[in-house]
């Protein structure tokens, strides 16, 4: 049925209060004090609840106070709120209104784009910390109704591109100018990892913008520190200039909230955090960061599965995800989390998806706080806005009742004092009504879905009639129906009025015939039938738990760790006691013995009889688990793979089934120079931090060949383009390095009385990694193929001072593993890969055991998320060439990358007081035919065989289940 709803947004009242008094008037200026009673009402006030019966004295666009006595004054113009529930109004603080759009990114393709623009800014153009939104504010119409019609009645306005975005203006959504409506001209700074519409190549990656913003903090703070500055950067001055306002931070999961803090809590910061709607996943884990955060109403669509060939394609987390996330809020209010909600990315759903969240647990209090108190308190004009005190901003919501019940609505909006009608509470009219139209008798009923008037025909039973229709505008003063009652006689076209009751008036039938009309109100619609969808019912119980890690293969607990003894298995130590059959005991994630009929106490015990026990698996080089694997800047180590740890890859799971139990994430091999490593074990389901190895050793990617000199991009303008220039790179990386270096001992060598005068040298993270190479604290991993850049590399560093750790690939290692050998760099390497690439063309399957018989730590790895899950049965393969034994080949997958990662006093090996990292096998761990039973990590079975076919059936259960529960919410 078509509708119309007439004169809903007209403003009844235009209030000249604060206005620009520099203005010249056209006409008769106003200056009247503007002096309003809202009387009668129920208002709300935070911190003490609902007020009956109140009067809200307005003067001047501000609130002077809010009355219980119900008297009124003389001088102030009574506006009768009987039956109204008056709230502060609603503040947003993620909006562009009255900002131009941000430009959209230009797709990326062909030669890099390096410089940034010729501006006086930053030398990267993502950094746009000198855009001030106030200087580029415009209100806007349009925007301004939709606002008001949620109840907003002031915004946080921000132009969002960059990953420096400049200072927003706080302003209010009425119909003032820009010098009226701005209440702060610069009220907050704001950032993301976002690059937004920068044509500058760099960054490309979210933890190239990581390393973006962490590189422009100590800009800033070098930059501030010299009072004549060395160059003109208004982008660095406005970063300064800013850092004493509210600083917002826009990221996009619960991962990136998680990152945000970390860079936060190294320069000092105090983010306040737009989430994602995901952020219950980790609610914890977010509370343990003590940030504030705003929360979008953005609840996910429920996914395509009318088709279950389609549905195959939906993840069982998508599944979960659109159950579970309209009771984000909620789960976030019981985590302690201190949380605004915004309007950004929920559009005409907020106010459903909000009241949806109040629906599914959230605190009516805090969800309105949300909204009022709580953004106000963080940009700090709680003296202004977020409630109703005098003094105030006379911005407030007038709804037909409570907020949140089912049936209220917002009615008005007033921005600063200035009244703005959204609706005009004609759904007391709702019910069954009676129509005499000439001769004619019809039997309606009026309903208002989603607020809206809707007119039906029915028959004495109250069903709709067939092939009837009404079409109806209306609004507070007029009415016009269109009815069709499925007869040919045509329609009935009725005009008319409100009247008590009902509406009465004129009209004309079908026929031209002029007849008089009345619908009057006969009685109320039935109770319809409220059955919801489980999510949308209000229950202490979640439909479902929230899973540690929220994807398949998550549990709603986490396993513990185990004191347990595995007796009379296979036991593949790696060590000089050799392979076995005995005991093992384990004590507080630690081996606490091997031997023959140990005493365990009270402990689990494991029968291994014909298993096979062997250490953890070890993969030197994997790229799983990542958001992101390439920076491409020639020289990029400033940026670090711990920042973008993915803890729920489905990878880390597999991998576990396979026997991995750690792994060094590298960067990819796009540059010469990547970033810098991250080496975790597999803790499935834990956060990203909590997957890293304590005190490991620091690591960095280098790369040589086809890739670092883009050989593949024929466009490509990137320096270098030869491996000779790829060996320049190096030199003069750690050149500067050593000079960098040496202007630090030039200025830490003054005297306190000299640094007065000097200036302290510019920290550098891309410096500062190179620095650590050379001064033997961070270790490299070297992307290898060809000798003659292998060799290169080692007289290279040779000539610095410091040795390659690892070349990894080193498919031409057999050719020069003497030398290797001799430079102390360890070899870790594929298994039979080869002629994938031009430059692997002299690849052969004995690279392993003839680099091994040289002497060289040999190990294999993966660089795939598929190979990753069998690499014993590509140690299993060394066996075969190169008649390596079979401990050793076990060692090229366990103990040996375990001493390339320089991590072998603690991981590797079955030995007392090494980690409790095993695996228990069901057949001889290098046979194609072994399954690991069951992965320990620390003594924790993150992986049991059992255990993993319940997980199967459970999640073919909760799919099941859920794609039901969406056919039904949409039959």
């Known amino acids: 049925m078509r509708f119309f709803i007439i004169g809903l947004a007209t403003m009844l009242m235009v209030s000249p209060v604060l206005a620009q008094e520099t203005a010249?008037?056209?006409?008769?200026?106003?200056?009247?004090?503007?002096?309003?009673?809202?009387?009668?009402?129920?208002?709300?006030?935070?911190?003490?609840?609902?007020?009956?019966?109140?009067?809200?004295?307005?003067?001047?666009?501000?609130?002077?106070?809010?009355?219980?006595?119900?008297?009124?004054?003389?001088?102030?113009?009574?506006?009768?709120?009987?039956?109204?529930?008056?709230?502060?109004?609603?503040?947003d603080m993620i909006s562009g209104y009255g900002l131009p759009e941000p430009a959209r990114p230009e797709q990326r393709g062909g030669a890099e784009v390096l410089q940034s623009s010729a501006q006086a800014f930053n030398a990267n153009d993502a950094i746009r910390s000198h855009y001030r939104a106030v200087e580029n504010f415009t209100p806007d119409t349009d925007r301004g109704d939709a606002l008001r019609k949620l109840g907003f009645g002031a915004v946080l306005s921000h132009h969002a591109d960059g990953i420096a975005r400049g200072t927003s203006a706080l302003v209010t959504v009425g119909n003032h100018n820009a010098n009226e409506a701005i209440v702060i001209p610069d009220?907050?700074?704001?950032?993301?990892?976002?690059?937004?519409?920068?044509?500058?190549?760099?960054?490309?990656?979210l933890m190239g913008s990581v390393a973006l913003l962490r590189q422009?903090?100590?800009?800033?703070?070098?930059?501030?520190?010299?009072?004549?500055?060395?160059?003109?950067?208004?982008?660095?001055?406005?970063?300064?200039?800013?850092?004493?306002?509210?600083?917002?931070?826009?990221?996009?999961?619960?991962?990136?909230?998680?990152?945000?803090?970390?860079?936060?809590?190294?320069?000092?910061?105090?983010?306040?955090?737009?989430?994602?709607?995901?952020?219950?996943?980790?609610?914890?884990?977010?509370?343990?960061?003590?940030?504030?955060?705003?929360?979008?109403?953005d609840y996910p669509d429920a996914p395509d599965v009318a088709d279950p060939f389609v549905a195959d394609e939906v993840s069982f987390a998508e599944?979960?995800?659109?159950?579970?996330?309209?009771?984000?809020?909620?789960?976030?209010?019981?985590?302690?989390?201190?949380?605004?909600?915004?309007?950004?990315?929920?559009?005409?759903?907020?106010?459903?998806?909000?009241?949806?969240?109040?629906?599914?647990?959230?605190?009516?209090?805090?969800?309105?706080?949300?909204?009022?108190?709580?953004?106000?308190?963080?940009?700090?004009?709680?003296?202004?806005?977020?409630?109703?005190?005098?003094?105030?901003?006379?911005?407030?919501?007038?709804?037909?009742?409570?907020?949140?019940?089912?049936?209220?609505?917002?009615?008005?909006?007033?921005?600063?004092?200035e009244r703005f009608v959204l609706a005009t509470g004609m759904d007391q009219r709702r019910g069954q009504y009676a129509l005499s139209a000439g001769n004619q008798q019809l039997t309606m009923t009026l309903d208002f879905p989603n607020g809206r008037p809707e007119f039906t025909l029915v028959d004495a039973s109250g069903d709709e009639i067939d092939d009837s229709s009404v079409d109806a505008s209306v609004s507070a003063e007029l009415i016009s129906l269109t009815i069709t009652d499925g007869a040919d006689a045509g329609p009935l076209?009725?005009?008319?009025?409100?009247?008590?009751?009902?509406?009465?008036?004129?009209?004309?039938?079908?026929?031209?015939?002029?007849?008089?009309?009345?619908?009057?109100?006969?009685g109320p619609l039935p109770d319809a039938d409220t059955a919801t969808p489980e999510q949308l019912t209000a229950s202490g119980e979640l439909p479902s738990p929230v899973l540690y890690p929220f994807s398949a293969y998550g549990s709603e607990s986490l396993p513990g760790q185990q004191d347990m003894i595995i007796r009379n298995a296979t036991v593949w130590t790696v060590e000089d006691m050799g392979t076995l059959v005995t005991d093992v005991l384990v004590r507080d994630g630690r081996i606490a013995g091997v031997g023959d009929n140990l005493s365990a106490g009270d402990v689990v015990e494991i029968d291994g009889t014909g298993k096979h026990l062997t250490p953890g698996i070890i993969d030197e080089h994997t790229h799983i688990a990542l958001f992101s694997i390439n920076e491409i800047a020639t020289n990029s180590s400033m940026v670090r793979m711990k920042d973008v740890v993915d803890s729920e890859d489905v990878n880390i799971y597999r991998n576990l089934a396979g026997g991995v139990v750690a792994a060094q994430q590298l960067?990819?091999?796009?540059?010469?120079?990547?970033?810098?490593?991250?080496?975790?074990?597999?803790?499935?389901?834990?956060?990203?931090?909590?997957?890293?190895?304590?005190?490991?050793?620091?690591?960095?990617?280098?790369?040589?060949?086809?890739?670092?000199?883009?050989?593949?991009?024929?466009?490509?303008?990137?320096?270098?383009?030869?491996?000779?220039?790829?060996?320049?790179?190096?030199?003069?990386?750690?050149?500067?390095?050593?000079?960098?270096?040496?202007?630090?001992?030039?200025?830490?060598?003054?005297?306190?009385?000299?640094?007065r005068n000097a200036v302290m040298p510019r920290r550098d993270l891309v410096h500062e990694t190179m620095l650590e190479i050379l001064e033997g604290e961070r270790y490299v991993t070297n992307h290898s193929y060809v000798q003659s850049e292998i060799n290169m590399m080692m007289e290279m560093a040779e000539s610095f001072g410091f040795n390659i750790n690892t070349f990894t690939h080193i498919l031409e290692g057999y050719k020069v593993a003497d030398k290797m050998a001799s430079h102390g760099a360890g070899g870790s390497t594929f298994s039979d890969w080869w002629a994938f690439k031009w430059e692997v063309r002299y690849a052969i399957p004995y690279n392993a055991a003839l680099m091994q018989q040289a002497g060289v730590v040999v190990a294999l790895n993966s660089d795939d998320a598929e190979m990753s899950r069998r690499l014993n049965q590509e140690a299993g393969k060394m066996v075969k060439y190169g008649n390596v034994s079979e401990s050793d080949a076990l060692k090229m997958i366990t103990l040996n990358p375990a001493k390339l990662l320089h991590l072998d006093d603690r991981m590797g090996s079955i030995r007392e007081g090494k980690d409790a990292d095993l695996v228990l096998w069901d057949d001889h761990p290098l046979?194609?035919?072994?399954?690991?039973?069951?992965?320990?990590?620390?003594?924790?079975?993150?992986?049991?065989?059992e255990r993993d076919q319940q997980l199967r059936q459970n999640i073919a259960d909760e799919r099941a289940r859920i794609i039901a529960a969406i056919i039904s919410e949409e039959d």
């Open 24 to 91: 010249t008037p056209n006409g008769i200026a106003d200056n009247r004090r503007n002096a309003l009673a809202l009387t009668g009402a129920t208002v709300y006030l935070p911190g003490q609840g609902y007020q009956e019966n109140a009067t809200v004295f307005i003067r001047d666009g501000r609130v002077v106070e809010v009355s219980d006595s119900g008297d009124t004054r003389d001088d102030f113009f009574v506006v009768d709120m009987s039956g109204k529930y008056l709230y502060p109004g609603f503040i």
């Open 319 to 417: 599944l979960k995800h659109w159950e579970l996330a309209p009771f984000n809020l909620r789960l976030l209010a019981e985590a302690g989390i201190e949380f605004a909600v915004t309007s950004d990315g929920a559009g005409d759903e907020f106010w459903s998806n909000l009241k949806q969240a109040v629906a599914n647990g959230l605190p009516e209090e805090t969800a309105i706080a949300s909204l009022t108190t709580v953004p106000a308190q963080m940009l700090g004009v709680e003296d202004r806005l977020g409630h109703l005190n005098s003094g105030a901003l006379a911005n407030l919501v007038v709804s037909s009742g409570p907020l949140f019940d089912e049936t209220s609505r917002v009615l008005e909006n007033w921005v600063r004092g």
């Open 187 to 205: 009220a907050a700074a704001h950032y993301s990892f976002d690059k937004g519409s920068s044509r500058q190549t760099v960054p490309v990656s």
């Open 927 to 945: 046979s194609v035919y072994a399954q690991a039973q069951t992965t320990w990590v620390d003594g924790v079975p993150y992986f049991d065989r």
């Open 216 to 297: 422009t903090y100590l800009d800033a703070q070098w930059f501030a520190a010299q009072e004549q500055r060395p160059f003109v950067d208004e982008s660095l001055e406005a970063w300064i200039r800013s850092q004493s306002l509210p600083q917002v931070m826009v990221v996009d999961n619960w991962h990136q909230v998680l990152t945000a803090h970390d860079v936060a809590q190294e320069f000092g910061a105090d983010y306040i955090i737009r989430a994602g709607n995901d952020a219950y996943q980790q609610a914890e884990a977010l509370a343990a960061t003590g940030a504030r955060m705003i929360v979008p109403l």
């Open 493 to 522: 076209r009725l005009s008319g009025w409100p009247v008590d009751n009902g509406w009465q008036g004129s009209g004309q039938t079908a026929a031209g015939e002029m007849i008089d009309w009345r619908l009057r109100m006969t």
């Open 667 to 755: 960067h990819g091999s796009a540059n010469p120079i990547g970033g810098q490593s991250s080496i975790i074990k597999f803790r499935w389901g834990m956060t990203p931090d909590n997957l890293a190895i304590d005190d490991a050793p620091a690591f960095i990617k280098f790369a040589l060949g086809e890739n670092v000199k883009r050989s593949t991009n024929p466009a490509s303008i990137r320096y270098p383009q030869t491996r000779m220039g790829v060996e320049q790179v190096y030199v003069n990386a750690f050149s500067q390095a050593r000079e960098y270096e040496q202007r630090w001992n030039t200025y830490n060598n003054l005297s306190t009385t000299q640094r």
